[in-house]
């Protein structure tokens, strides 16, 4: 039997993410958990981290576990995730002996390796955590692979639920692409939309000609939003994109169809720096709140006057990190191997 | 309202910083503390650090509470500081972002953050030190900055009084500048000085021309020694200095004046061996203990003869590295967010 | 009285040995052990570490302890051993200093740092874990240094004792060389011979020419193999060395006879391809099980075929480092600074 991970965040259901979040809000709040002394979490990052580590580490103490946190390059190496491959590179080690390994050392996983940006289909193939999916015989957590990123997903969630209602059907909310000096993954983005999608909200998606996401993703989300009462459409206008919105969420991200030709990317990237969300683009929404996942490059993403502005949400998102991952964690330690989902 | 830090040492003020090091010498002997269970402590290593973050590491745990370390690199990156400024650069996040959040996640934030060496006006506006002050709604310890390493100085100062006493007005303490092959920051001998300054201490400070502190710090330091009793004087003669002391304590450090022009400054430096303390030096002192923070370059700085023989201190300040930090997260978490230095 | 440590595992005797096996192995199956709260393993990674680092914290996490684990780099950095050195060269701290101060803040030690593969006769001397053995006042476990790799040896003991009873006196136990794209050390296989030769199995060697272990080495496994009813044979003959095996353990190293010239090693080496063990080398076996410590280089050391088949024991033995690591602390704790093997 598979045990049950957090992949992308619609695991739970549309239900399920709504109450994550309802009982991250009720954790913030001061509510007791149960703990879960001598469990383990093993997490290994295989790329840098602030907020998802220190939040992750936060939860696990507060549920009374242990955490062993593995950091890039000194504890965690470049690790091979092709089958059958003769392993005379760069890789010292196959995930194929790493993961069951460490598997036995906790009560669950979890990994954070971002996209490559080389190699379009690799990157949709979520080569290490599919690795990480096939090789553990206990749970998984996604700490940001290529695609996902289902702990800032459940975040926003929390913090949509928080100043918009528990019922978000039907309500306007906007991904905006940014600027940005670098060619950056698209798990944010599309996270965004899968978790908007679920909670049937109607999500407009703004972002330059040739800043698309992966159709196929796309694809998925406008149906996982009609099942729930809402909808998922793209502009090309940033300010039309904005017009409305309760919410507005920025990122930058590199287009799907620029693998391969990435230079070129960055030349027109080079020549959006209007793409930067101001005051200005602000007016359009309906005093909607500003979020980001963060890190964010303040002047080039967002202007101070957004960010520092008494909209701007993003450091209570990032707070609720800590308790939506309490919140997951603690559902998925109490099913005690048995589908957390159905509780 | 702000909350309580602890930035270069002189807040618990003279009869403070004696409390501390009078129950660090109580915990050292084996005395009870209270245990504050599911504090936590959020420590962000923006530099390598081998003993500081070890000791504080024991000194969270027993008191019962849970470390979160952020490694540099892997874990905490390079962070902007400059308020308004484009963020284009090297830096993937500001401060205004990651302190807020951070503190989030924790009871006790604490921060490395040493001096840039190039621009003697930013260094002494300790930066990323004030950010956090500034940004922070928990308690931030400074785990040295630009200016201070007051974690050093308490220890130093539990050092003092293990050795010779409570009171330490009027003792002969000298500070001495000692070679070494590369240009350092001054916020070890800043500390020595202030510590001593609040201990009410004759402190002499000999070094060569050129490698002067800050006379802003200097200055300071001899306002608050004569408040206290004691007093400062600068020679440029190590052995005149060394002459009836009872505690040397050696240091490399950069000159003040030496900012903008470090090559010549490494010149000079490499002419200046006969500074090394060696036993021949020690002997102009009244049978003086010999300190250094460590990590220390022997036979350059100090000779093995002297860091070795029987007066040296230096393993057991290092020790009293734990016991202090332990003494006062205990003083600011039993405050509870009073003021912990009126109690 | 120095402290008792646990540099190259023969330290409990063949019978302690056997009997942390036998411990390790009901710790596995649930057994309850004493906890040891408050106390303190430091553990100092000179080099990068998956399962060495996760298994202890997860043996230190277990018996209630807590860990503080520096990784190479950031926390820990190039370290002197040399005595009486001017040092003005690469390394900012001596061992001399850096050991007893750590020796302050916890209660046992660990430390990893592995061969330079540069000078023979500095790499015989152990040089950084005889540094420890030499300044610390706490007891001291070896995570692997340039000789030896107990805890691998105990997690192999564990091994055999599980698949083939707890007396190994004649069992035919096979070590064999095996391709790598890089020279590496040879503390792996110099301890699977000590901990075959203490077990009194009949250990046979096999290596192309050139790629001799120590013969200091060596000559010591084969005495302590005949004092507990065992033998110690080389061969150059993979299959010769296979046939009539029960166990199989493979590792590439670099030749002692090596030193000094590398280039011509590596070209040899890139000959050796054939050394690869596959299913076809594995039939000259008795059914015999497969081991390697990892990380291993699928392919290039060993045919999927063989580690993904049903007689690969390399994930059991990597999850034993959890209950043999347990069984060592456990029993080093419990004897409260005597010595631990006489109970």
Redesign the interface.
Same mark, same amino acid.
């Given at each position: 039997m598979k045990p049950y991970s957090f992949v992308d965040g619609s695991e739970p259901g549309a239900q399920g993410v709504r109450d994550l979040a309802l009982r991250a809000l009720e954790l913030r709040g001061g509510a007791k958990s149960e703990r879960f002394p &001598?469990q /383990?979490l093993?997490g290994v990052?295989l790329n840098? =981290?602030? @907020?998802t @580590?220190? =939040?992750l580490?936060?939860a696990v $103490? &507060?549920l009374g576990m %242990?955490p062993?946190l *593995? =950091? #890039?390059?000194?504890?965690?190496?470049k690790m091979?995730h092709r089958? !059958?491959?003769?392993? &005379?590179?760069d890789c #010292?080690? %196959?995930l194929?002996?790493?993961i069951?390994? *460490?598997a036995? $050392? !906790?009560d669950v996983l979890a990994v954070r390796a971002f996209a490559g940006l080389r190699d379009a289909e690799e990157d949709r193939s979520d080569p290490v955590l599919a690795a990480f999916l096939k090789y553990s015989p206990i749970p998984v957590i996604n700490l940001e692979s290529a695609l996902w990123h289902p702990l800032q997903g459940l975040a926003d969630a929390a913090t949509w639920v928080s100043h918009l209602g528990e019922d978000l059907r039907g309500t306007p909310i906007t991904l905006t692409w940014a600027p940005h #000096?670098k060619a950056l993954p698209a798990a944010v983005p599309n996270q965004v939309a899968l978790t908007a999608a679920l909670m049937g909200a109607n999500l407009t998606i703004a972002h330059p000609e040739g800043f698309d996401l992966d159709p196929l993703i796309l694809n998925r989300c406008a149906n996982v939003a009609t099942e729930n009462g809402g909808s998922v459409r793209v502009v090309h206008d940033q300010r039309e994109g904005i017009r409305g919105a309760r919410v507005v969420v920025a990122k930058s991200w590199s287009g799907f169809s620029g693998y391969g030709r990435r230079d070129e990317e960055a030349e027109h990237r080079a020549r959006l720096g209007d793409w930067t969300v101001t005051a200005s683009q602000m007016k359009m929404s309906e005093n909607a709140g500003f979020m980001h996942c *963060? #890190?964010? /490059? /303040?002047?080039?993403v967002v202007a101070?006057e957004v960010? &520092?502005g008494p909209n701007s949400w +993003? +450091?209570e998102t990032?707070?609720l990190r /800590?308790w939506t991952a309490m919140a997951l964690l603690e559902r998925m330690l109490a099913a005690r191997g048995e589908n957390p989902w159905n509780a």
């Open positions: &001598d /383990r093993i990052f840098p =981290s602030l @907020r @580590r220190t =939040s580490e936060c $103490y &507060d %242990h062993i *593995l =950091s #890039p390059g000194a504890d965690a190496w091979e089958p !059958g491959v003769v392993m &005379d590179g #010292p080690e %196959h194929a002996d790493a069951p390994v *460490l036995e $050392y !906790g #000096p *963060l #890190p964010v /490059r /303040r002047n080039v101070d960010i &520092d +993003t +450091t990032a707070g /800590r």
